[in-house]
Nanobody, 116 residues
Protein backbone atom coordinates (compact mmCIF):
# COMPACT_ATOMS: atom_id res chain seq x y z
CA UNK A 1 0.00 0.00 0.00
CA UNK A 2 1.39 3.35 -1.04
CA UNK A 3 1.70 5.97 1.66
CA UNK A 4 2.60 9.62 1.18
CA UNK A 5 3.69 11.99 3.92
CA UNK A 6 4.24 15.73 3.73
CA UNK A 7 6.95 17.52 5.66
CA UNK A 8 8.20 21.07 5.88
CA UNK A 9 8.00 24.26 7.89
CA UNK A 10 4.63 25.34 9.19
CA UNK A 11 5.42 29.05 9.09
CA UNK A 12 6.88 31.01 6.19
CA UNK A 13 7.40 34.75 5.98
CA UNK A 14 5.95 36.79 3.14
CA UNK A 15 8.15 37.01 0.05
CA UNK A 16 10.07 33.88 1.04
CA UNK A 17 9.97 30.46 -0.60
CA UNK A 18 7.73 27.70 0.69
CA UNK A 19 9.41 24.29 0.43
CA UNK A 20 7.65 21.02 1.15
CA UNK A 21 8.71 17.42 0.70
CA UNK A 22 6.52 14.40 0.11
CA UNK A 23 8.05 11.10 1.17
CA UNK A 24 6.59 8.05 -0.51
CA UNK A 25 6.62 4.54 0.90
CA UNK A 26 5.16 1.29 -0.32
CA UNK A 27 5.82 2.07 -3.95
CA UNK A 28 8.22 3.83 -6.25
CA UNK A 29 7.58 7.29 -7.69
CA UNK A 30 8.79 5.83 -11.00
CA UNK A 31 5.96 3.28 -11.19
CA UNK A 32 4.80 3.44 -14.77
CA UNK A 33 1.79 5.71 -15.36
CA UNK A 34 1.85 7.07 -11.80
CA UNK A 35 1.28 10.75 -11.13
CA UNK A 36 2.33 12.65 -8.04
CA UNK A 37 0.59 15.88 -7.16
CA UNK A 38 0.56 18.80 -4.79
CA UNK A 39 -2.85 20.13 -3.80
CA UNK A 40 -3.82 22.74 -1.27
CA UNK A 41 -6.89 23.98 0.53
CA UNK A 42 -7.10 27.50 1.88
CA UNK A 43 -9.44 28.39 4.73
CA UNK A 44 -13.01 28.50 3.48
CA UNK A 45 -12.05 27.43 -0.04
CA UNK A 46 -12.08 24.25 -2.05
CA UNK A 47 -9.20 22.09 -3.13
CA UNK A 48 -6.72 23.71 -5.50
CA UNK A 49 -4.38 21.73 -7.70
CA UNK A 50 -0.87 23.17 -7.64
CA UNK A 51 1.05 20.84 -9.90
CA UNK A 52 2.05 17.32 -10.87
CA UNK A 53 5.19 15.38 -11.55
CA UNK A 54 4.80 12.19 -13.52
CA UNK A 55 6.56 8.86 -13.15
CA UNK A 56 8.90 9.94 -15.95
CA UNK A 57 9.69 13.30 -14.38
CA UNK A 58 7.48 15.48 -16.55
CA UNK A 59 5.93 18.41 -14.71
CA UNK A 60 2.62 20.21 -15.07
CA UNK A 61 1.56 23.32 -13.20
CA UNK A 62 -1.60 25.24 -12.47
CA UNK A 63 -1.65 28.25 -14.80
CA UNK A 64 -2.43 30.55 -11.90
CA UNK A 65 0.63 29.39 -9.92
CA UNK A 66 2.99 28.37 -12.69
CA UNK A 67 5.23 31.41 -12.48
CA UNK A 68 5.99 30.70 -8.81
CA UNK A 69 5.96 26.89 -8.69
CA UNK A 70 8.58 24.23 -9.13
CA UNK A 71 8.11 20.51 -8.49
CA UNK A 72 11.09 18.19 -8.51
CA UNK A 73 11.95 14.71 -7.33
CA UNK A 74 14.71 12.62 -5.83
CA UNK A 75 14.26 9.07 -7.02
CA UNK A 76 17.01 7.80 -4.72
CA UNK A 77 14.99 8.98 -1.72
CA UNK A 78 11.60 8.30 -3.30
CA UNK A 79 10.54 11.87 -2.60
CA UNK A 80 9.09 14.75 -4.53
CA UNK A 81 9.21 18.37 -3.50
CA UNK A 82 7.29 21.58 -3.94
CA UNK A 83 8.79 25.03 -4.04
CA UNK A 84 6.51 28.05 -4.15
CA UNK A 85 8.30 31.37 -4.37
CA UNK A 86 7.32 34.88 -3.30
CA UNK A 87 4.60 33.69 -0.95
CA UNK A 88 1.91 35.95 0.44
CA UNK A 89 -0.72 35.40 3.13
CA UNK A 90 -2.97 34.18 0.28
CA UNK A 91 -0.77 31.08 0.15
CA UNK A 92 -1.75 30.09 3.68
CA UNK A 93 -3.32 26.66 3.34
CA UNK A 94 -3.20 23.01 4.17
CA UNK A 95 -0.90 21.40 1.60
CA UNK A 96 -1.38 17.81 0.54
CA UNK A 97 0.60 15.38 -1.52
CA UNK A 98 -1.47 13.06 -3.62
CA UNK A 99 -0.62 9.95 -5.57
CA UNK A 100 -2.42 8.34 -8.45
CA UNK A 101 -0.72 5.00 -8.87
CA UNK A 102 -2.37 1.62 -8.50
CA UNK A 103 -5.01 3.57 -6.59
CA UNK A 104 -5.38 7.08 -5.21
CA UNK A 105 -3.60 8.06 -2.03
CA UNK A 106 -3.61 11.23 0.04
CA UNK A 107 -1.23 12.47 2.66
CA UNK A 108 -2.64 13.75 5.91
CA UNK A 109 -1.70 17.30 4.93
CA UNK A 110 0.51 19.91 6.49
CA UNK A 111 -0.63 23.38 7.49
CA UNK A 112 1.48 26.24 6.17
CA UNK A 113 0.91 29.77 7.41
CA UNK A 114 2.41 32.76 5.66
CA UNK A 115 2.91 35.51 8.18
CA UNK A 116 5.57 37.89 9.37
Amino acid sequence: QVQVQESGPGLVKPSQTLSLTCTVSGGSITIRESMWRWIRQSPGKGLEWIGTISYSGSTYYSPSLKSRTSISRDTSKNQFTLQLTSVTPEDTAAYYCHAAATSVYWGQGTQVTVSS
